[in-house]
């Protein structure tokens, strides 16, 4: 099976994404990954949704669905086009003092950010391709991780 991240730029009315989900979901795809936010126009929404797809016909009929429905503006499948692609992880972590300097040390190898320290509780922020945030993840595995929270995807060409 294949990730496709498509962008969708949409007039921010009510309903959009509603409908835009319905098209995936009728025709039996899961989506792994959602972000929506406003563009510098604040009348312009982008939406990047990431699926993954067995066969290639029917992702380019929800495609060629999606340009129809009257609040798309574009339609944009990023898979087989040069782009770039982050996602944000913000990670509380269960991190005793005795353990700050192993922590700072992890968080140097990988590129991530200590933006909070309570007590015991540490957390890290990471921007990053997936395979990055894996491997953070992994990295971070010798402390005892409290909470996880990750935006989807968002890609640009």
């Not at 990431?50 to 503006?73: G, H, M, P, S, T």
Request: charged share 30%; net charge positive.
């Amino acid at each position: 099976m294949m990730k496709h991240t498509i962008s969708v730029i949409v007039e921010n009315k009510f309903g959009v994404l509603a409908r835009i989900a319905g098209l995936f979901s009728a025709r039996g795809y899961n989506i792994s990954s959602l972000a929506v936010s406003e563009t510098n126009d604040p009348n312009v929404s982008c939406m990047t949704i990431v699926v993954e797809a067995e066969d290639e016909k029917i992702l380019e009929q929800i495609k060629k669905q999606l340009n129809r429905l009257i609040d798309v503006l574009t339609v944009t499948d990023f898979t087989k086009k040069d782009h770039v692609e982050r996602e944000l992880i913000l990670i509380k972590l269960d991190c005793p003092a005795k353990n700050k300097a192993k922590l700072e040390n992890a968080l140097d190898k990988c590129g991530a950010k200590l933006v909070r320290r309570q007590a015991d509780i540490a957390t890290v922020e990471f921007t990053g391709e997936q395979a990055k945030i894996k491997g953070l993840l992994e990295e971070l595995g010798q402390f005892k991780i409290k909470e996880l929270v990750r935006t989807g995807k968002i890609a640009i060409a």
